[in-house]
């Protein structure tokens, strides 16, 4: 046979060829949703990394972040040693240090504050994951001043839904992805929770035509999710409350809520005494034994309303035994909402939402969750020992995030949207919102924070965690006097609900020495000059403010943990440098914040699939050997030696917070015959890296739906730690701990809110949601600021770690400013025009960029793009320095001030959550010579000692090309 030309040549392509030598198992970290990954390893080098199919978060699927985690770990801007200022703060000027050095002096700086006033310390931590240590470790050396990044994020969401229904969304609880027939996501962009919600969007757009499901987005920008949503409502910000109103006051209206479900799962049927002027006015009519009681309609009498038997009634007005009124909770409920002031018509304009969609979108959440009612036959038991043949689903699921959140009046929204859920029935039903354990947690929430100076001691541990959940005036972090006890003031009146402190306030209030001066800023993973920073140009003079009569800085020390050099590394005296994810242990543990799913628990951990090449270690290691260093109660033993002398990884195994509780759940007991509750064993780790490294325990079907009053639920919920008795927990769309705060507004029980705060206590503390201008947007005059600012995050991105990483620079290099054509065309701008974005506090120069998907009212960028120069280890001339800019320039820490001179916290004045979404901005076209770079620019920092080379081209994986797999 000779040479055919006409042959067909076989090509063989070898999709999935070998390429690497080995193949660890970890955890993603390169955002907040923790995917189980499969680190491709090639002569020690990291080559690949994909998707772990068996993990529970993920199943497989990896997005752009979590491949491109490759060139987060070999950056040229991670830090590679200790170092220690020598040139005046904010120079940049350092000097390489040994670790012994550098522990030693934290040592001394951190000892002598303990045994004086460790309430000197004030310690926060970003976006760490690993805040069940580091809320401990700042008890055991008795500070009350410890947090972390939630006070930034998302803690209204959280608070609310803690306070309402006993979880919340994202790790609280999520949609049922496989039976719901109608999604509303409120605020949500590409952030926590990634992977989830695109697999789950996944699966709606999926379905058969017969079983489809409608998918809404209210957001006032269409990116990321709400570009698929089949229907995107683009919302004016901040007025998401007004919206949802509107949408319970059409249900309402129409008689279309589930009074079963409010009468068998909620205190819809609780008496609120009516007795105007009293110290009892507005709180829940209680028994002797403190029952809340309702009316009985069986009996006609008033009943414990806790009782399995008594038929409550909903409306009318009743007496109680000691001659005053009360009326059912949910007629003040229906009062309220009813009113016209939330008819659609009435919202319609504040919100840009058409009267005839809200009307629409209610008669369509009603047919959902009514007329589609699904059914799970497997027969179940509720807490009172009914029996019931089947769960029954209304399948109305809801998915918010920061965008709701993020707003003065973000906790009374986010409490709207679960009494919205409430209302339909659609808790943790099939086809609903469902609970992750070890969510639901009792309501109201158990634990008190503890923090008042009567809680603190020279050289001891602090009376209690500091963070937790007030119910009362009385549980207030006040002094006698009525000045905060903590340095970020919150739990003082000022954030009486500031279940996760108020970190944007930190710097400022230490600068000022109001409540009281500190010694040591201690950060992990913050980069509060910058980023994280409200008004980071005067955060950047704050940190660097001296005393004119000592010489000394206003915040005399501060020391900094990070792995990267990043812009408040320069801000620092002392920087401990830690490692990167892929090479250290890690916990994401139950006591934290864990990565469950509905149907189980579940927590998980890193391992280092790599050495470090540098001298970093990882701060939990570090935290801990400071812990023993310092002498703290819990990280020596009796005879002052190191309780954990492994470190994190021995203390992940050994440490007990309660007997036979530890930080991992999985393989407890000597053998690893335990789940969550047992000894410890010595494999444990062993056991999880086997295992991908994550454990997972399956409910069983029954004990999977209406688990806030599904008694098999509760009882292995109490067996294991969860919730504190095997008894139903009451959904409460009256918030009666808030009444408490109101009524100390009106004058009533000891403790008092000073008098610049009372009427806004009284008028913001309701029991019931309610919704007000944000605070921004009431103090600026609208007309010189007429439009809103916000950011998105990128999917491509994850805070600022994303935006120094090789490959993914290449997708967000730069950021612009985004907006409406109509708005630009009003403003007479064109496409890549520059402009001038001006607040009541300070102006950005940026460029612009055109589209349609955006509400007319709103301007917007990506989300912590813009670098200082010099850091991060990028060039001076870098894209991200030159194009990029942050909102964060031009949103300020305080508000404008009051007629009376007070100046509030730009926070949401219930749980002091920072109010980024308020901003209000002016747009102005720049002058055609202002053109060409983003203002402000500060000045270039230097390198850090010892940073690798930035290399001019990137050559990752010459190494690897032409080998033989
Ligand atoms: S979603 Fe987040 S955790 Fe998951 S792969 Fe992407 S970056 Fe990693």
Known sequence: MGWNPFATIAETVDTSPKVSDEVKQTTCYMCACRCGINVHLRDGRIR???????????????????????????????????????????????????????????????????????????????????????????????????????GFCSVNMAAAGLYTVGGSFWEFGEPDWERTRYLMMFGVA????????????????????????????????????????????????????????????????????????????????????????????????????????????????????????????????????????????????????????????????????????????????????????????????????????RFIGRPVSMHGMRGISAHSNGFHTCRAIHLLQILLGSIDCPGGWRYKPPFPRNVPPALRPAGRSDQVAAGQPLAGLPIGFPLAPE???????????????????????????LMHMVIANAHK????????????????????????????????????????????????????????????????????????????????????????????????????????????????????????????????????????????????????????????????????????????????????????????????????????????????????RVEQIVLQIYCEPLQRFRLAAQGHGSAQPPDHLRARIEAQFDPLPLWYTPLEEAAVDTDEFPLHAITQRPMAMYHSWGSQNAWLRQIHGRNKLHMHRKTAGRLELADDDWAWVISHHARIKVQVKLMDGVNENTVWTWNAIGKRKGAWNLAADALESEGGFLLNHVISELLPPRSDGHRWANSDPITGQAAWYDLRVRVEKAAPEEAGETYPAFATLPPAPNLKPRPSVLRYGAAFRGRAE
């Open 48 to 150: 690949y990394i994909e998707g772990n199919r068996a993990h529970p978060v993920n199943k497989g699927v990896l997005c752009a972040k979590g491949s491109a985690g490759i060139m987060n770990h070999y950056s040229p801007a991670r830090l590679s040693t200790p170092l220690r200022r020598v040139g005046p703060r904010g120079s940049g000027q350092f000097e390489a240090i040994s670790w012994e050095a550098a522990l030693a002096t934290a040592v001394d700086w951190l000892g002598a504050i303990r045994r004086t006033d460790p309430r000197k310390l004030a310690f926060f931590t970003g976006r760490d994951q690993s805040q069940a240590l580091t809320g401990w470790w700042a008890q055991q050396f008795g500070t009350p001043n410890y947090a972390a990044h939630g």
């Open 513 to 724: 020495g109001a409540p009281y001066p500190i010694d040591t800023l201690f950060l992990f993973m913050a980069n509060m000059s910058w980023n994280s920073a409200m008004n980071t140009a005067g955060t950047m003079a704050m940190l660097t403010d001296k005393d004119a009569s000592t010489g000394d800085y206003k915040i005399p020390r501060i020391i900094y943990a990070d792995a990267y050099f990043s812009e408040m590394v320069a801000y620092a005296d002392l920087v401990l440098p830690d490692t990167t994810y892929l090479e250290r242990h890690d916990c994401i543990s139950l006591l934290d914040r864990p990565i469950c799913d509905a149907d189980g628990a579940a927590d998980a951990i890193r391992q280092p699939v790599v050495k470090p090449d540098r001298d970093v270690r990882p701060f939990q290691d570090v935290l801990i050997d400071l812990g023993a260093r310092l002498g703290l109660p819990g990280f020596v033993n009796a005879d002052g030696a190191p309780k954990y002398p492994g470190f994190y990884p021995d203390y992940l195994v050994h440490h007990e917070r309660r007997p036979g509780i530890g930080m991992l759940a999985g393989w407890r007991g000597k053998s690893g015959e335990r789940e969550i509750v047992g000894e410890p064993n010595p494999d444990q780790l062993a056991r999880y890296v086997a295992h991908g490294c994550f454990w997972r325990h399956e409910l069983p079907e029954h004990e999977r739906y209406f688990r806030h009053a599904n008694r098999d639920y509760l009882r292995w919920a109490a067996d294991v730690g969860f919730v504190a």
């Open 190 to 389: 590409e952030d926590h929770d990634s992977n989830p919600i695109k697999i789950g969007l996944g699966k709606l757009k999926g379905r058969p035509a017969d079983a489809r499901a409608k998918f809404v987005s209210v957001n006032p920008i269409r990116t990321g999710y709400s570009a698929i949503a089949d229907e995107w409502i683009g919302i004016r910000p901040g007025t998401d409350g007004l919206f949802v109103f509107a949408l319970i006051h059409e249900l309402l209206r129409a008689d279309r809520v589930d009074l079963d479900f409010l009468v068998r799962y909620t205190n819809a049927p609780w008496l609120v005494v009516q007795d105007a002027g009293s110290a009892r006015d507005g709180l829940v009519a209680r028994d002797d034994a403190g029952h809340p009681l309702c009316w009985d309609r069986r009996a006609d009498a008033i009943a414990n309303a806790l009782l399995p038997e008594v038929v409550p009634a909903l409306a009318g007005e009743f007496a109680l035994p000691d001659g005053r009124r009360a009326v059912p909770a949910f007629q003040l409920l229906a009062q309220r909402y009813l009113d016209a002031r939330y008819s659609p018509e009435a919202v319609a304009a504040a919100t840009g939402v058409p009267a005839s969609t809200i009307r629409r979108i209610a008669a369509e959440l009603a047919h959902a969750a009514f007329d589609q009612q699904i059914t799970v036959d497997v027969p179940w038991t509720d807490w009172a020992g009914r029996r019931h043949d």
């Open 475 to 501: 549980d207030l972090l006040v002094e006698a006097d009525g000045t905060p006890s903590r340095i970020d003031k919150a739990y003082s009146w000022e954030a009486p609900i500031a279940a996760h402190g």
